[in-house]
């Protein structure tokens, strides 16, 4: 059997990537309805991949080309929810100001909470690469 193009095998994988993480979503929302009754799925989807990362359940590699195309195509993601705003100007009028100020502040709580996060999992895979280095 021959082998896929390069291009064609980057897109299949990606695209079982991304099934992978939607998968991983849909375990969130059924473990928040079910069990977790006041945990978003976003954080439960969270800590279940990283919890099967953890456990070596999960590979980066096998989230690394989805994530990615996710991330850059975020932008297109957002395009409905603008439309959506736009249709409803004049009922926002008069609370731009206020709208912006819990935007700019939710956006640096959000960058705030991810550097620290980041840097939380630098510094544990630095001690465990450290400590399986050692063994």
Same mark, same amino acid.
């Given at each position: 059997?021959?082998?896929?193009?390069?291009?064609?095998?980057?897109?299949?994988?990606? &695209? /079982?990537?991304? @099934? =992978? #993480?939607?998968?991983? *979503? $849909? +375990?969130?929302?059924?473990?928040?309805?079910?069990?977790?009754?006041?945990?978003?799925?976003?954080?439960?989807?969270?800590?279940?991949?990283?919890? &099967? /990362?953890?456990? @070596? =359940? #999960?590979?980066?590699? *096998? $989230? +690394?080309?989805?994530?990615?195309?996710?991330?850059?195509?975020?932008?297109?993601?957002?395009?409905?929810?603008?439309?959506?705003?736009?249709?409803?100007?004049?009922?926002?009028?008069?609370?731009?100001?206020?709208?912006?100020?819990?935007?700019?502040?939710?956006?640096?709580?959000?960058?705030?909470?991810?550097?620290?996060?980041?840097?939380?999992?630098?510094?544990?895979?630095?001690?465990?690469?450290?400590?399986?280095?050692?063994?």
């Amino acid at each position: 059997m021959p082998a896929l193009p390069p291009r064609l095998h980057q897109f299949c994988r990606t &695209l /079982l990537q991304i @099934g =992978l #993480l939607i998968l991983i *979503w $849909l +375990a969130a929302v059924e473990l928040s309805s079910t069990w977790l009754h006041g945990l978003p799925p976003t954080v439960t989807g969270i800590a279940l991949a990283l919890v &099967l /990362l953890g456990l @070596g =359940l #999960l590979r980066r590699e *096998w $989230l +690394a080309d989805g994530a990615g195309w996710l991330l850059r195509e975020m932008l297109l993601f957002f395009i409905p929810v603008v439309i959506a705003v736009l249709q409803y100007g004049e009922v926002l009028q008069g609370r731009f100001v206020a709208i912006g100020l819990v935007i700019v502040g939710s956006t640096a709580c959000v960058m705030l909470s991810t550097a620290l996060a980041v840097d939380l999992v630098w510094k544990l895979e630095a001690r465990w690469r450290k400590h399986g280095e050692d063994a």
